[in-house]
Each structure stands twice: as structure tokens, then as C-alpha cells.
């Protein structure tokens, strides 16, 4: 009696066992599931992440080489030249504030940040990338005062203006 008493025993032990073994493995694989799930929304955020870096990577090379001097090939693009470069800014037209065309470029735009006047050489919409700067401005302006050779970089006041003067700068063409 004690032999199968003993035997019972040693087998609802292992029953017990088997069934904490089952309730881990239970546990384990629903630890699983979850992480599964987990690695899979990460996956999907760094997905997501990465195609936006890469957008904005592309969107940044774009803007790069549209800045980027690049030697004259053929006319395509980036044609160098040395350039005589002064500053304007909306008062230098010699028209009172009162006026309605004051500060009025000659695109008929309101004069801002990015614009330059320049000869009858640049037609009104050419960029001009001026390295000094590291910038491209639009040509949307014209002047008296200037002509073939020479660019007005708009400023916004009259002090930083004659702080530029005028100078002889590298400037490319781009179209």
C-alpha cells in the first residue's frame, strides 16, 4: 500500500509539475504574442520614420544642388561671374512711404528678402546664386543706376545697406 500510496503522490507532483509547466509555456507564448505585436509596431514607426527621413533627405539634396554652384556646362546651368554687388532698400527708390508705389519692384511685387535688381542682362526671374551670401536670390527688380554687371541685393534697412557697400563677388547664372 504504501508503494502505490507513494506512487500516487509521485504523480500528482507530476501533474502539478506538468501543469505549472503548461500555465509558464501558457504565460511564455502570451509574452510572445505581445512582443510580436510590439516589434512589429516598432517595425512599422521606424518604417515610417525612415520614409520621412528619406523624403526630407531628398527634399535637402534638392535644395542643395539647386543652391550648389556648379561649373557653366554647355548653358545648363550655373554660369560664374564676377560681379560688381551693391544693396538696396525700399527707400533708396527716392519715392516718399506715402507713395503707392513705394516699395513696388519692377515685377510689380513688393519688395522682400530674396529679391535683387540687376541689368537688362538678367531678364526679371533669373536666380542668382551668390556664394557670399550662400543664398539664391531672384532677379525682380530693376534700377536707374544699374547696369550689365552689376546686382542690387535688397537689405532691409538703410544702416546694413551702406555696412555692405560694394563689392566685386562671385555670382552663378542658374537659368
Known amino acids: 500500500m504504501h508503494l502505490i500510496y507513494g506512487q500516487a503522490l509521485a504523480l500528482r507532483e507530476l501533474k502539478n509539475g506538468l501543469k505549472a509547466n503548461f500555465e509558464t509555456q501558457d504565460i511564455i507564448s502570451a509574452n510572445l504574442a505581445g512582443l510580436k505585436g ?6 512599422e514607426n ?17 535644395e542643395l544642388d539647386r543652391k550648389m554652384p ?31 508705389l513705394y516699395g513696388i519692384t519692377a515685377s ?18 533669373t536666380e542668382v546664386y551668390i556664394p557670399y551670401f550662400d543664398k539664391v536670390f531672384t532677379v525682380m527688380d530693376r534700377g536707374s543706376m544699374i547696369g550689365n554687371g552689376c546686382i542690387d541685393v ?17 555670382v552663378y547664372i542658374l537659368n
Not at 38 to 43: A, L, R, V
Not at 46 to 62: C, F, P, T, Y
Not at 74 to 93: D, F, H, P, Q
Open 38 to 43: 510590439q516589434i512589429k509596431k516598432d517595425n
Open 154 to 170: 535688397y537689405m532691409e534697412d538703410y544702416v546694413s545697406c551702406i555696412e555692405f557697400g560694394r563689392r566685386q563677388l562671385e
Open 108 to 125: 510689380g511685387e513688393y519688395v522682400r528678402n530674396g529679391f535683387i535688381a540687376a541689368g537688362p542682362e538678367l531678364e526679371i526671374g
Open 70 to 100: 556648379l561649373p557653366d556646362r554647355g548653358g545648363e546651368r550655373g554660369t560664374k561671374r564676377i560681379m560688381e554687388v551693391t544693396a538696396y532698400w525700399e527707400g533708396s527708390c527716392g519715392k516718399a512711404p506715402d507713395d503707392p
Open 46 to 62: 521606424l518604417q515610417k520614420q525612415m520614409n520621412e527621413m528619406s523624403k526630407r533627405v531628398e527634399e535637402n539634396r534638392v
